[in-house]
């Protein structure tokens, strides 16, 4: 699985942001997606992930409330939208594919992709 990430950039603080993750491959379906991600000087860190249907989310309670994860099987696509972002949030976003939702919530997925910069002012 290779997974493209795209969607971040500047924003001030309060804003909005949509993240999107472009799956290629077999079995996108199949997959738990998650997103994870890394500020400078710190751990990457998880964020979100949602199960092969959709039918299950599970956020880090920094992001709970504000966060939303999504999927689009049909297009091969996972989303986070991104609310009331604080600066705090500032981070490179990483896009995550495993099988195993424990290895997606750890932050040891399988499959990762580059990032994309969050930054949010102040």
């Known amino acids: 699985v290779q997974l493209q990430a795209s969607g971040g950039g500047y924003v001030q603080a309060g804003g909005s942001l949509r993240l999107s993750c472009a799956a290629s491959?077999?079995?996108?379906?199949?997959?738990?997606m998650g997103w994870l991600r890394q500020a400078p000087g710190k751990e990457r860190e998880f964020v979100a992930a949602?199960?092969?249907?959709?039918?299950?989310?599970y956020y880090a309670d920094s992001v709970k409330g504000r966060f939303t994860i999504s999927r689009d099987n049909a297009k091969n696509t996972v989303y986070l939208q991104m609310n009331s972002l604080k600066p705090e949030d500032t981070a490179v976003y990483y896009c995550?594919?495993?099988?195993?939702?424990?290895?997606?919530?750890?932050?040891?997925?399988?499959?990762w992709g580059q990032g994309t910069q969050v930054t949010v002012s102040s």
């Open positions: 491959g077999r079995s996108f379906s199949s997959y738990v």
């Open positions: 949602i199960i092969s249907n959709g039918g299950t989310t």
């Open positions: 995550a594919a495993d099988t195993f939702t424990n290895r997606v919530k750890g932050g040891s997925p399988r499959y």
